[in-house]
């Protein structure tokens, strides 16, 4: 065994490959991986995942959220990026309605910043959009969400 290599890998002989285990169950292993599938989906510890997350965060921030733009500030290309956020079971705009949610609780939670100006940071076409969305994601309008946390707070 070798420790502090770039890599954690294991070498078998091929040979292995071929090996038929007694025990093998094909319907046990389909749902094993779809569950693993899953849990790489939701983890938010995956380091790319993250790297992507992140990125895509940083440039709704600056006023970009396309993909042509956050496959140059990856510097990769926007097939390959496409092919990577599909690996973790998202399409772009499920990635980036993901970062928009985080950010506009973020946002609504700080009292003095109005809904239209959410909405703008938000880089949505307007406010009333932004409203739609956000009862999409979580059931609320985006008012009765600041109702409820100032309620909360007292």
């Known amino acids: 065994m070798q420790f502090s290599q770039p890599a954690n890998l294991m070498i078998l002989p091929r040979y292995w490959m071929d ?5 093998a169950d094909p319907e046990l292993c389909e ?3 779809g569950h693993a599938r899953r849990q ?16 895509l965060a940083s440039n709704l921030e600056a006023g970009e959220a396309s993909l042509p733009f956050l496959a140059r500030t990856l510097a990769k290309s926007c097939r390959n990026l ?9 399409t772009f705009r499920e990635l980036l309605d993901q970062v928009r949610q985080q950010r506009a609780h973020a946002l609504l939670n700080e009292q003095d910043v109005p809904i239209s100006e ?10 009333s959009s932004f409203c739609h969305a956000f009862q999409r994601w979580t059931g609320q309008s ?13």
Do not use: T, W
Request: aromatic share 8%; hydrophobic share 35%; with cysteine.
């Open 40 to 55: 790489l989906r939701d983890s938010c510890c995956n380091k790319p995942a993250v790297e992507i997350y992140e990125a």
């Open 31 to 33: 749902l094993l991986e």
């Open 82 to 90: 496409q092919r990577e956020i599909h690996a973790y079971g998202l």
């Open 19 to 23: 090996v038929h285990h007694p025990l």
């Open 142 to 154: 985006p008012h009765e969400y600041r109702k409820r946390g100032l309620s909360s707070e007292k």
């Open 118 to 127: 959410v909405a703008e940071k938000l880089l949505f076409s307007s406010a």
